[in-house]
């Protein structure tokens, strides 16, 4: 983990989040007539504040930085002048007051629209459905699938990135019925291949969904030439440098890059004499892996890359995924509700314990895939912001006291009952709010440790 990058990608992340959320309460506050005293980033005492337009309103950022609010004039907070009493939240109409509570998970769904909707238009690259020959005893193996064969269309619906296709599968994992893959080779023949996905399980969060069906993304053969050498790594120790192709690796031939990986993978922590041919002359490095161990198993490591591929290659593997500005449009709001009800979903198995808890992710965990889709580039960055605003905007319109979704939890009582509930339900709501928040945060970050000390 690159600790500055990480988390500076995770409080960038983490701030613009907040203040979207906040900013939605505060807009929809002053639309219904509210005042609004302060406006918050982050909890407990303000570290910086300043006081600005008509209605002297708090700007304020303070010290822990997960979370932030919107405190408006309301009479059961304390003494209101008569002559505002009009503005406070309480003496709202019940629509205004929901209105005012709903805005902020809105205004999280409104971003990933908008953040969709950009990288739609500007185009974002990723791998083309083209698929390795897949292993024996698969789903896709038994489904005849080809090496090379690009899947185009996935239940009669046009699939034009690998991304798509696996949304596609994890959507119906689960689910039995056999669903329509259409194929296309490099012959230029279309084929027809069933695929059911029943049996694929979510429900470890630390493996590959996909990796039981046996459709993996295609490999080229690639040239076993050396691209990059990491600073500090082991092949930089034993001498290795840009250029160099790999003859051989403990005496056996190497025919293209993933053999010599292969290789390397298979000696953790042992040396690893390594035949290499730099400016047509032949040398002989001893290499010694780094010893990596994930989810209990340990592989070798030499931090070197691969080459690039030609410009040709590259073009054939890869697409831009981009669409006109209508098109692009309505295709930020289905991928928006689509995540949106998959994530409500997830949540429901979880609770239900036909999935396991987990899945459920901590402020670790966040922080180190902001880290990694930062590194990525921009395009993967802003795909992990809109993914984690949905997140936020789902998980605070769920029905647990203290969160939006409580408030309006506790609205629709209100109209039921033709009045306000009573201070013990409301004091009461709120503790059994605050359990279950500190006992999911538990949960979170038990579930971060973990993925800590396995990794």
């Known amino acids: 983990m690159n600790a500055p990058v990480t988390l500076g990608a995770f409080l960038l992340a983490l701030g613009i989040l907040i203040v979207v959320h906040e900013f939605g309460h ?15 980033v982050g909890f407990g005492k303000p570290i910086l504040s300043r006081r ?28 209101v002048a008569s002559g505002e009493a009009g503005r406070a939240f309480n003496r709202q109409s019940l629509l205004k007051r929901s209105l005012i509570v709903v805005a902020g998970p809105l205004a999280n769904l409104l971003l990933a629209v908008v953040l969709y909707f950009a990288l739609f238009v500007h185009g974002v690259e990723e791998l083309r459905p083209i698929v390795s020959a897949p292993p024996a005893h698969t789903l896709a193996a038994a489904a005849g699938f080809q090496d090379g064969e690009t ?26 019925g056999a669903h329509r893959l259409e194929t296309l080779n490099g012959r230029g023949e279309i084929t ?40 500090g790594s082991a092949g930089a120790a034993a001498g290795m440098k840009a250029g160099d192709r790999v003859l051989a690796v403990q005496g056996k031939k190497v025919a293209d890059w993933r053999d010599m990986v292969a290789a390397v993978r298979a000696s953790p922590g042992r040396a690893v004499p390594m035949e290499v041919e730099r400016q047509g002359q032949r040398l ?20 070197v890359a691969a080459a690039p591929l030609p410009a040709e290659e590259r073009a054939r593997l890869l697409v831009t995924v981009r669409y006109p500005l209508p ?13 949106s009800t998959f994530s409500l979903a997830m949540m429901g198995r979880m609770v239900t314990g036909s999935l396991s808890w987990r899945n459920l992710s901590g402020p670790v965990t966040i922080a180190d895939y902001a880290g990694q889709s930062a590194r990525m580039g921009t395009s993967a960055y802003l795909k992990f912001l809109a993914l984690i605003s949905i997140s936020l905007g789902v998980l605070n319109l769920l029905p647990i006291p203290l969160l939006d979704g409580g408030h309006l939890l506790y609205h629709t009582a209100e109209a039921i009952k033709g009045g306000p509930l009573s201070e013990r339900a409301l004091e009461f709501g709120q503790r059994l709010g605050f359990g ?20």
Request: charged share 20%; net charge negative.
């Open 151 to 176: 899947i185009v269309k996935f239940d009669g619906e046009a699939v034009e990135s690998w991304q798509q296709l696996r949304w596609r599968i994890l959507q119906n994992a689960g689910q039995p």
């Open 192 to 231: 027809d291949r069933a695929m059911d996905f029943g049996e694929l399980s979510t429900d470890d969060p630390e493996a590959d969904p996909l990796a039981p069906t046996g459709l993996r993304p295609y490999h080229p053969p690639l040239a076993a030439v050396v691209g990059q050498v990491s600073e």
């Open 284 to 303: 002989v490095l001893s290499v010694v892996p780094v010893e990596i161990v994930e989810q209990g198993q340990s592989f070798g490591r030499i931090g």
């Open 436 to 455: 279950v928040l500190v006992l999911l945060m538990a949960f979170a970050l038990y579930n971060d440790i973990s993925r800590l000390f396995s990794s």
């Open 52 to 79: 600005l337009g008509a209605d002297g309103t708090e700007w304020a950022l303070a010290a822990f930085p997960l979370g932030g609010y919107v405190k408006m004039l309301d009479e059961r907070e304390g003494e």
């Open 26 to 40: 505060f807009l929809a506050a002053r639309l219904c007539g509210v005042k609004v005293l302060r406006f918050c």
């Open 327 to 339: 098109e692009a449009m309505g295709k930020a709001v289905a991928l928006t509700w689509e995540t």
